[in-house]
């Protein structure tokens, strides 16, 4: 592939070096070399070909335009295909483009006139609109124009009034466009009926009369027998294109007022209907595809009106025989149409019927997109008769749905649940259900939702603690349960602590074995849980306390943390009972208020996607239902795009000169299990059995800045895009690490020769990931001396045939091997003054990219690495750290400064290190950071 | 219709035509994107797939799939047919097509098209009508060819 590849590109710079060597084409007039018309024609159609090959052309337009006015056909149509293809709007050409078309419109003849309107529908720019769009209505209704000169000017100004509508003046002409339905060409008809439908959604009453037109003509061609229109018929079906055009019409208006032309429509109608019945008259694809194209597009008419009974009825029968249809197509829209009469008072109960079939669809269809549309005919359908055979369905298909389409499922689920509730044990159930299942996918609105309407009704309180509480006893339940389990018990944990089998002590336990498995976020709910125990069970003060006095939490590293234990361990202890239960009473109901997950629903699928349910609108305000749960300082700084984070080309890296990046890491790549025995040598030259550097790509131009999110943070996303995610968790310890890499496949469709190879020394991972599977890699991480330089990560793998590459910077900066140090004052500034020489001192002014909070600041610094040191600095706003970076081979102490300017939105950042280099490096890595 | 593409099975764009206007950036973005998320889909999959705020509706003949990107509320089948009419008369004019007709005879696959759809939206169905005026093209153009002829 390479190969070819190189070779094609070798080939046409050849080629387009000659071609560049006879242009300017000089004409015939001017002597020796002149080209004849071939040869221009030739090469400017080699040009065309070169274009459309995908490489780029920077040459022949003036060639291509020159052609225009030749007045051989040959070199015109080549030279109106290559302005059509390759000139854009803003081209300076336009002028000597415009004058030529001019000519050709004003030629009258129409082989010529049909050229220059191709053109301007090509092109279709906003010169071009205001250079013809007053000429070509003139043209479009002339008596004397041809009938192929007239389409082409129709679906000419068309696209010209798409572009720019203000351009196209409207006026007497438009009466006589709608007379072109009468016309007796149906080329004609076909054309005009695209103009007519755009222009009338703007000016509806203008074209008010192509409405008992429209009827008329739709009427002859329906009632016609299927040869009358010869040309027209299409495998035995009678205009196709020009039927579903006339129904697509039609529907830009309500029902017509004129009873006779109502009573004509509807016959026409039913006539479709009718026919959909009859035996088809070809086995081809083509006849059923077109009869049925027509059916849809009829049937899409009749739910417009949505006042016929009888025919959204018949409707409903009709596509409920697709239902089962071998042709996967017919299926597909079946379910899309029967959607949209699911929300028909009239139809309702009709499409109700079908709810066998279409669960049956949501099991065995094989076609993702086919199972997405039963998916949402089920919610369309769905009423307070069927919402508890539907809701269990789409949750026993939730088990092994697409990874793509089970979030929209899960709000699915949870605004079927809430809406249809009758006993609200049954709702609570199934979100408890939904997390068990894919708690991955239940975003913060469900289950903040499921929180806020427990809060509400008390009759479901003492079932909800319950049920948690026993959902909460799996082994491995969802962080989401926790979530859950633990607002709840904190609230009404009381209602089941009669039973000796959920006693106070009980609930804490279970909640508290939880505890350490759960993310910032989650162990700050659960502080709050631990507190309203205290107020709810005093038996468990003492235990609790104990746990919010342990080193873990009072000296958390998290500052959210730390704060929640400092503060409740103090509020537990100096509050009197009364102020204790005043604090912490129960949580009052929550104002009544729109469902968030509906509004979210509709985000993700655009408007009316949730119209069946009642309207909504988004709620931010739902973030604080929680109280204080809400997140955790930022400590994921947005870097500044543009930054060359690591100053490469400033400083290459000075050890392992031949090998460009990550030379002093030692990286072991193993899939299965911390078990394998690392296979590397004792130097780094040696470890590197990297394939060479003109096999990897370099690296994605966001590399550094994503690099730069994990320089205070060791987890988290590194890379996404529609196919792909790759996480990251990693630790560190001395100048030891172990990173794992996740990477998720997002499609449906398996990864082939799935390889990630580091510049380092690899083994495999699995070859294969399945569509929406995730395999795993862990790296152990030495780093031998001080580096500069992150390793690259290659991942490349096949993808429905097509290859993929992508090359990454690891996550890992010198940083991660800081050691922190704690130290006195005193100590603090001798260190300092010994690391006087100018070498050792990086220094950098910069202006703060985000707010100056100094909480966030605390938080990235030691996400940084360096112990944070109080009363070091004289001044109290200023921050000073100290630490150790570990490597193998030595140690670089170092020590730092930050100093704010609050009032100037600035820092000076300084740095001292043994170090040169890693000063400087370590001031950029940071500087970029706040 | 918003624009159509005609690719191999190894992913090689063979034809492309834009009815709206998008920078070459953003084409060829697109481009990539559509032919991956196509040749992945397996043989028996439904002709229609949802794919940001448009519908492709795609069929394959022989090593060509033929894609074409419509709005929301244009009718798929009718798409599907206007595949079908275009291959027909590319057939029809070179005798039994095949993917090498389209790349030798690029230009020619463009005019036809042309003729036939026009701004996204068919203009001409009769195959007898598109083809009468390819032929006629054609024959202006030998005309030339003998005028130009006399004119050296």
């Known amino acids: 592939m390479g190969k070819s590849k190189e070779a094609e590109i070798k080939r046409i710079n050849k080629e387009l070096a000659n071609i560049r060597s006879k242009a300017p084409f000089p004409s015939s007039a001017s002597g020796d070399k002149a080209l004849d018309g071939y040869s221009k024609k030739k090469y400017v159609c080699k040009l065309l070909f070169i274009f459309l090959l ?3 052309i920077d040459f022949g337009h003036m060639e291509a335009v020159n052609l225009l006015s030749s007045n051989k056909y040959t070199e015109k149509q080549i030279g109106y295909l290559f302005i059509s293809v390759l000139v854009n709007s803003n081209s300076e050409l336009i002028r000597l483009i415009n004058n030529a078309i001019k000519n050709d419109l004003a030629s009258r003849n129409p082989t010529f006139m049909c050229l220059a309107l191709h053109c301007i529908a090509n092109v279709g720019s906003r010169e071009m609109g205001e250079a013809f769009a007053a000429d070509i209505p003139r043209i479009l209704v002339a008596g004397d124009s041809m009938d192929s000169v007239k389409q082409s000017a129709a679906l000419c100004l068309l696209r010209l009034y798409k572009a720019s509508p203000d351009l196209v003046p409207m006026g007497e002409w438009t009466a006589r466009v709608v007379h072109l339905l009468n016309d007796q060409h149906m080329g004609v008809v076909t054309a005009a009926v695209s103009l007519i439908t755009c222009l009338c959604k703007k000016n509806p009453d203008d074209f008010k009369t192509c409405i008992s037109l429209a009827v008329s003509r739709l009427s002859r061609i329906v009632s016609s027998a299927s040869t009358d229109l010869q040309d027209y018929t299409y495998y035995f079906v009678p205009a196709p294109w020009l039927s579903v055009k006339l129904l697509r019409l039609l529907q830009c208006y309500p029902p017509p007022e004129d009873a006779a032309v109502k009573g004509r429509l509807v016959e026409c109608l039913e006539t479709v209907l009718n026919k959909a019945q009859e035996p088809p008259k070809s086995k081809k694809v083509q006849h059923s595809n077109a009869k049925n194209a027509i059916l849809f597009e009829t049937i899409s008419l009749i739910i417009h009106y949505d006042s016929e009974p009888n025919l959204l009825v018949r409707a409903c029968n009709q596509l409920g025989q697709f239902l089962q249809h071998r042709e996967t197509n017919l299926r597909y829209l079946a379910l ?20 066998d079939t279409v669960i049956n669809a949501l099991k065995t269809e094989r076609d993702v997109s086919v199972r997405q549309r039963a998916a949402d005919l089920l919610y369309a359908m769905c009423d307070r008769s069927n919402a508890k055979q539907i809701v269990s369905e789409m949750l026993r298909y939730l088990e092994t749905a697409d990874y793509a389409i089970r979030e929209e499922i899960v709000l699915k689920v949870a605004i079927l649940a809430e809406k249809y509730a009758v006993d609200y044990s049954w709702y609570v159930d199934t979100i408890l259900n939904l997390i068990r299942i894919a708690g991955d996918y239940v975003s913060e609105e469900v289950w903040y939702r499921v929180l806020q309407i427990v809060t509400n009704r008390d009759d479901v309180q003492g079932y909800a603690a319950k049920t948690v509480f026993e959902a909460l006893q799996a082994p491995a339940c969802h962080e989401n349960m926790v979530k859950v389990g633990g607002y709840i018990l904190g609230e009404f944990g009381n209602l089941i602590a009669g039973d000796p089998r959920s006693s106070p002590p009980v609930q804490f336990s279970l909640l508290h074995s939880k505890f350490h498995l759960c993310s910032v976020a989650t162990r700050a709910l659960l502080l709050s849980t631990y507190i309203k125990f205290i107020n709810l069970f005093p038996e468990t003060k003492a235990t609790i306390q104990g746990v919010l006095r342990a080193g873990s939490q009072l000296r958390n590293a998290d500052v959210e943390l730390q704060q929640r234990a400092v503060e409740y361990l103090t509020l537990s202890s100096v509050a009197s009972t009364d102020v204790l239960a005043t604090v912490l009473e129960e949580m009052p109901p929550f104002p009544e208020r729109e469902s968030s997950i509906l509004a979210k629903l509709k985000r993700k699928k655009g408007p009316g996607a949730a119209s069946a349910l009642d309207d909504s609108r988004r709620d931010t305000s739902n973030n604080d239902i929680n109280g204080g749960v809400e997140p955790t300082p930022s400590t994921v700084s947005t870097p500044s795009p543009s930054a060359d984070l690591l100053g490469l080309r400033a400083a290459p890296p000075p050890a392992a000169p031949s090998v460009p990046v990550g030379g002093n890491l030692l990286v072991d790549v193993f899939s299965d299990g911390p078990t394998a025995q690392p296979s590397l040598g004792p130097t780094p030259e040696e470890a590197f059995l990297s394939p060479g550097p003109e096999d990897i790509g370099p690296p994605i131009p966001e590399a550094d800045e994503l690099l730069n999110k994990f320089v205070c943070k060791n987890s988290g996303v590194l890379f996404e895009n529609q196919l792909l995610q790759i996480g ?19 499609t449906s469709v398996q990864f082939q020769s799935f390889s990630p190879t580091l ?22 991480i030495e780093c031998l001396r001080d580096f500069l330089t992150p390793p690259l990560l290659s991942v490349r793998f096949r993808y429905g045939g097509t290859a993929q590459s992508l090359t990454l910077k690891l996550p890992v900066t010198i940083n991660k091997f800081f050691q922190p140090t704690e130290m006195a004052a005193q100590d603090f500034f001798q260190r300092w003054k010994q690391l006087s020489l100018p070498l050792q001192e990086a220094q950098k002014i910069f202006k703060a990219n985000h707010p100056m909070d100094a909480e966030v600041t605390k938080a990235k610094l030691l996400g940084f690495g360096s112990a944070l040191l109080d009363n070091v600095d004289p001044n109290p706003e200023n921050f000073v750290g100290a630490g150790i970076i570990q490597t193998k081979a030595l140690q670089v102490g170092c020590l730092l400064r930050l100093e704010p300017n609050a009032q100037a939105q600035m820092y000076r950042l300084t740095l001292r290190t043994s170090k040169e280099p890693v000063s400087r490096h370590l001031c950029e890595l940071l500087a970029q950071q706040f | 219709m918003q624009f159509m593409l005609l690719f191999s099975r190894q992913g090689k764009l063979r034809l492309q035509k834009w009815y709206v206007p998008l920078s070459d950036k953003e084409k060829k973005k697109i481009t990539r994107e559509l032919v991956q998320t196509v040749l992945a889909r397996k043989p028996k999959m439904c002709s229609f797939l949802e794919w940001r705020d448009l519908k492709i509706v795609y069929k394959r003949y022989a090593s060509l799939y033929f894609c074409c990107a419509i ?12 595949i079908h009419r275009y291959v027909e008369l590319l057939d029809k004019y070179f005798g039994s097509v095949c993917e090498l007709d389209i790349i030798f005879n690029f230009e020619k696959a463009y005019f036809i098209l042309d003729e036939f759809l026009l701004g996204g939206e068919v203009q001409e169905t009769s195959k007898k009508n598109v083809l009468k005026a390819i032929e006629q093209a054609d024959l202006l153009q030998e005309v030339s060819y003998l005028g130009s002829w006399k004119e050296n």
Do not use: P, W
């Open chain 1, 336 to 355: 899309e149409s029967m959607c949209t009469l699911a929300s028909s008072e009239f139809s309702h109960e009709a499409v109700k019927t079908h709810i």
């Open chain 1, 759 to 780: 510049v380092v020394q690899t083994k495999r991972v699995a070859a294969q990931v399945d569509g929406g599977a995730q395999v795993q890699q862990v790296l152990n």
């Open chain 1, 728 to 746: 990251v968790k990693s630790e560190f310890r001395q100048n030891l690490g172990r990173m794992y890499l996740f990477y998720g496949n997002k």
């Open chain 2, 71 to 82: 709005e929301d509320q244009d009718n798929e089948l009718i798409t599907l047919e206007i």
């Open chain 1, 54 to 56: 995908g490489h780029d």
